[in-house]
């Protein structure tokens, strides 16, 4: 498969037969990315209500649209496009410092053998539940810029639970997203030793079962919006 990061918490997940998965689509004059310039046939979004985790409306074509929170308060699972899509329950921050906190939903899905999970917009410790939902990812799309999402030192619990193959940042600070009030990537870095941290220097990776790494390695992708 292939794995494009956006920005935000938008990533471009493209399989081997050529569907096309985008999640958490933002909205690109709130999130200061551009717009999202790929068809897709599925999109997943963390919750409805959130300008910046659930723009499918402005994905080009005519995907499928799955609502993580929705389908963690229903069963939990669906399969659509041929991918199961499994979800569950979360909060932002409870100490939000601007708006109440919303519920969202965290989700996982398989493709081409690589299990890949996102964390919404999770914003805290991950309960018993939570920790053993995201077991067997190997991909984790980990919210690294601090408040108003999970803190560093929880999100590195889950870690060292799940110990991923490959660990992409999202959601932190960048020149081009417009809020200004989450963490720089090197505050992120530091929690891992430089010869765990590759730069691919490319907005897209190809990722196979056969080149996973044996340990966790921190993957630091441009971003391409």
């Known amino acids: 498969m292939k794995l494009k990061w956006y920005g935000h918490a938008s990533f471009l997940i493209t399989a081997n037969n050529g569907l096309r998965i985008v999640t ?5 004059q709130t999130a200061g990315y551009l717009p999202i310039p790929d068809e897709a046939r599925l999109v997943i979004i963390s919750s409805g209500n959130d300008s910046f985790h659930c723009r499918a409306d402005l994905v080009p ?14 069963n939990g699972r669906t399969i659509e496009q041929g991918i ?17 906190p919303d519920q969202n939903g965290m989700y996982r899905f398989e493709v081409d053998g690589i299990h890949v999970g996102h964390m919404g917009d999770m914003g805290n410790a991950l309960s018993i539940e939570q920790l053993k939902f995201f077991e067997g990812v190997d991909v984790l799309l980990a919210l690294a810029g601090g408040h108003p999402t999970i803190e560093l030192d929880d999100l590195m619990t889950l870690i060292r639970h799940v110990t991923p193959k490959i660990v992409v940042p ?28 590759d730069f691919p220097c490319v907005t897209e990776v190809n990722i196979s ?6 340990k966790t390695r ?8």
């Open 24 to 28: 958490d689509p933002y909205t690109p």
């Open 61 to 74: 074509g005519q995907p499928v649209v799955i609502n993580a929170l929705t389908l963690a308060q229903a």
């Open 84 to 100: 199961e899509v499994r979800a569950v329950e979360a909060m932002e921050a409870l100490n939000h410092r601007e708006h109440d």
């Open 170 to 197: 999202m959601h932190f600070r960048t020149l081009r997203y417009r809020p200004r009030n989450t963490y720089w990537i090197e505050t992120f870095t530091r929690y891992f030793a430089d010869e765990e941290i």
């Open 209 to 214: 079962r056969d080149m996973l790494p044996e």
């Open 218 to 225: 921190l993957w630091i992708l441009p971003h391409a919006g």
